[in-house]
């Protein structure tokens, strides 16, 4: 069954320390892996996605195959830092939907 | 270009009745998908419409119902609303829903089911 698993409802760091988002995921086939971030009164948007490989706000994501995550890390935690996260998941190809984690809830303490 | 949009962005229901709420995707997406978001739960998935063709659907009751016209506005209707309904419901649009397709997020209709 596709699922994506955030094991932390809530995670507090303070400014300046390293944050690490936890997911994992189980997928039959090889999926799309993405984090989209709700900050406080805003919608849902887009983070990073890990086909582009590239690095927003100073977060990165590594897709490990072999322990099925895709954590999300960043150095440094920012106060802007604090809102929402989800991981989500897609099939390749067309018109396959997607599939979130409950999300996990990042307060940056300053 | 605009973004998705969604109304109405406030509900009050009672038990029993039924609700529409309808999305206006970025112009020139043709793929709409519905989502429940409540605190314990997360995002879970309803439907995705393309092309006016509902083309995944997640695992809700039937009571769960939507449409896609052929300018790709959408709409969700529930029926014999339930306390459970109530929840923040998200429309997000992209261009195909292909692999690796970001999906636009509208702003949601927030229900409240009395």
């Known amino acids: 069954a596709q699922r994506v698993t955030q094991p932390e409802k809530l995670l507090s760091v303070f400014k300046g320390a390293p944050v690490e988002l936890k997911c994992n995921y189980s997928y039959s086939g090889s999926p799309e892996l993405f984090w989209y971030v709700q900050y406080s009164r805003q919608r849902l948007q887009l983070l990073l996605r890990?086909?582009s490989r590239e690095s927003i706000k100073g977060f990165t994501a590594d897709l490990n195959k072999g322990e099925t995550s895709f954590h999300l890390k960043k150095p440094f935690a920012q106060e802007e830092d604090s809102a929402m996260y989800y991981c989500?998941?897609?099939?390749?190809?067309?018109?396959?939907?997607?599939?979130f984690g409950t999300g996990t809830s990042l307060t940056v303490i300053p | 270009k605009a973004g998705v949009t969604q109304t109405p962005r406030y509900l009050i229901k009672t038990r029993g009745q039924q609700v529409t709420l309808s999305c206006s995707p970025i112009s020139g997406h043709r793929s709409v998908s519905w989502y429940q978001q409540t605190p314990g739960q997360g995002l879970q998935f309803l439907f995705e419409?393309?092309?006016?063709?509902?083309?995944n659907k997640g695992n809700f009751p039937g009571r769960f119902s939507g449409r896609q016209f052929s300018n790709s506005r959408s709409e969700m209707n529930v029926s014999t609303l339930e306390l459970g309904d109530s929840a923040l419901y998200l429309c997000?649009?992209?261009?195909?829903?292909?692999?690796?397709?970001?999906?636009?997020f509208g702003p949601g209709t927030r229900l409240t089911v009395l």
């Open positions: 997000a649009s992209s261009l195909y829903l292909a692999g690796g397709d970001t999906q636009y």
């Open positions: 419409y393309f092309s006016e063709t509902q083309r």
């Open positions: 890990h086909i």
């Open positions: 989500a998941l897609s099939g390749r190809g067309t018109g396959n939907q997607f599939y």
